[in-house]
């Protein structure tokens, strides 16, 4: 932890520079040895967060450009999306979560406001894994095959007896997605919870995140799947269209 905070106050240091810094003012500026201050450069500009020019001079890389431009666009799409959240879980009383993809988890951006609550259900802020949540099962079918591969090759870990953990069997799964445009998870996180998903697009068709609707498997299930996934394809096409998408004339809605 303390490398990982040296590091830290490095790049916030970087940050404070206007122009490209020497090694020896950065290490008199973080009051580290240089040697220290050397290593821990050396990391992030291995990592792409440092940049260093032909006068051995160090600043900030745009690889930290890129992770603050993915700040923005999560608090933008957050803002994006509120309202289609609360409108979507007083529709249908279930609990609604605005994912986005995070390393091999989902990332829960946001939850839309209902009066019921389902302790098993993430809230904002929380990661869960791919291949057992219909959000993280969404994003998994939209990622190219050398993702697919590494997530499925790093093991698939059972949580109930419904999680999918077979390679072949998943692949078959996310297949299914990617035709009918939405994943359902029926108890293969957390007994007794269920949950539809499907993907939010923007203007480029790219995939930027998941819109799910969980609810309590009795309310829940294939029987009145219909009843959660009709509002659900239609917030999550409003959401896009905010976002840039334009749908095709004729094309199924659960495409989204």
Known sequence: MQSVARAAHLLKALGRFSRPTSLSDLARRVELSKPATYNLLKTLEV????SKDADARYQLSWGIY??????VRSIEL?????????????ETNAAVLLGILDDDNVLYLDRGQTSSTFGMVA????RSSLHATASGKVLLANQAEDYVHGYISRGLKAYTSNTITDYETLREELGKIARRGYATC?????VGLSSLS????????SV???????????????R??????????????AISVKLGWTPHDGSDESGV
């Open 47 to 50: 990592e792409g967060l440092v």
């Open 66 to 71: 890129e992770l603050g431009s993915a700040v």
């Open 78 to 90: 957050t803002k994006l999306s509120r309202f289609h959240l609360d409108r979507l879980a007083t």
């Open 123 to 126: 809230n904002s802020g929380r």
């Open 186 to 190: 029926w108890e293969e996180r957390e």
């Open 198 to 205: 499907v993907a939010l697009r923007n203007y480029s068709g």
């Open 208 to 222: 930027q995140a998941s819109l799910t609707v969980a609810a309590p498997s009795n309310r829940l299930n294939t």
């Open 224 to 237: 009145n799947l219909s009843r959660f996934l009709v509002p659900l394809q239609r917030e999550a096409e």
